[in-house]
């Protein structure tokens, strides 16, 4: 760090100024120094992953690193003139556009004219995008224009929080790099290093309470680190954390799950009894019980069948939620009513919790075809990718049998039922949407594109084209890998 004036915020005071300092996307960092160290920085490049986790950032450490005189290794070195003025805002070269407020033709087309006059103090002019996939049909041709024959001062860096919803024109001039998601574990030792770095004492569990809250963002931990500060209390722990942000710990989601599972209401009553207590949002809780669920499903803990019922409920009550008076009275009888209905042969309850869940585990074989038969054309090779897929992801085959598959134009169309949102969602997570993508070439044929929708809708419904293409930009760009496409 360079600079720490105290009067600005946490996550801007510690903003990463060289690529070395960047946390979590060390493969990208080290592809990009190695560029400008050998001074054969792409004249476009594409940035894409989640808000907060260092696009903006690189790209601003890229635009030092192309024009500083006195670079090492392809690091900038932040003191020099150039840089300084970099630093300030104080360069008329280094552009950055928001793509989300100037989306239209009329700024590209103005990009377009000044792209072309060489640099006013810099050696490269470097145009920075943000939101990029905000930008009109109209804009991304003008762009694609200027991308085919790029003057050689100038470097466009467009940055993306949906790469899917970026032109596969523009994306092929592009160097790409998908940005992750920073392990927990990483943010939690940054944070360790910020918090002695600003004297500031908080207890491990509160930094690690902090890391998994952040979701992979740094942005988002260093913001709640700040929070968290303010909020008083030395040292600061993991239960003041929680408290700060209205949660509760990851524990009782757990035993919240079990409680329903187990058609325990009395211990499902004490539990929402409790919350309201220590002035919880119930409604963020209720999102963390199912986000729990959805992990369990993802890592295939426990009965798909089951817990899908169980998520599905919970969000009928979460959408309830919303709307209701009486928050507390509507989640009790949501909950109850949801249980009654996982369990319609029990009445029982206020059992201890000490019994074998009471519904049978049901197989993925056993669930009766609820709705129109599957074409039979398609019916033996849909099976057969059916048994291959639970056996080796028994919740995506789950997730799958409430779909009615059609082949369509070279797609295999999976639709299904307005109330199945959570299987078809599920099924559109980007990883799962790749495996499936996967699984319809080698059955379907290497032609076939999946797409996912909801009954009643034309095609594979709104987001079926991009989402199969973010999912093929995904694939290409797996494990980090850069994609180069030439012309
Ligand atoms: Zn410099």
Known sequence: MTEKPAHLALYRRWRPQRFSEVVGQEEIVQTLRNAVASDEAAHAYLF?????????????????AVNCPNRVEGEPCNECPTCKAILA???????????ASNRGIDHIRRLREEVNFAPTDLRRKVY????????????????????????????????????????????????????RRIPAGRIAGHLRRVAEAEGMELTAGALETIARRANGGMRDALVMLEQAISHGGRPI????????????????HAAFIEAIERNDQRRVIETIDSLVERGKDLEIFLADVIEAIRDRLLNGEGPAEREIAIARGLLDVKADLFRALDRRIRLEIGVLDLMARLNPDRTSSGNTGAEEPVAAERTVEDTPPSGPPIPEGIAPIWNGMLAEIE???IAIAAFLLEGRPNLEDGRLIIRFPRRCSF?????????????????????????????????????????????????QLVCRMFDGEIIKEEK
């Not at 109209?138 to 032109?167: D, G, R």
């Not at 722990?237 to 009782?252: I, P, S, Y």
């Open 391 to 393: 056996k080796e992801r």
């Open 128 to 179: 920075i995008i943000d939101e990029v996939h905000m930008l009109t049909n109209e804009a991304f041709n003008a762009l694609l224009k200027t991308l085919e024959e790029p003057p050689s001062h100038a470097i466009f860096i467009f940055a993306t929080t949906e790469p899917h919803k970026v032109p596969r024109t523009i994306v092929s001039r592009c160097q790409a790099f998908e940005f």
């Open 89 to 99: 805002n104080r360069s008329l070269d280094i552009i950055e556009i928001d793509g």
């Open 48 to 64: 894409a992953g989640e808000r907060g986790i260092g696009k903006t950032s690189v790209a601003r450490i890229l635009a030092r």
């Open 237 to 252: 722990t993991a239960d003041a954390v929680l408290d700060m942000l209205g949660l509760v710990d990851r524990e009782t």
């Open 423 to 471: 299987h078809k969602e599920s099924l559109e997570k980007t990883s799962n949407l790749q495996y499936l993508a996967g699984s319809v070439r080698r059955h379907f044929g290497d032609d076939v594109r999946v797409e996912v929708g909801y009954e009643g809708e034309k095609g594979g419904g709104s987001g079926g084209d991009s989402l199969f293409e973010a999912a």
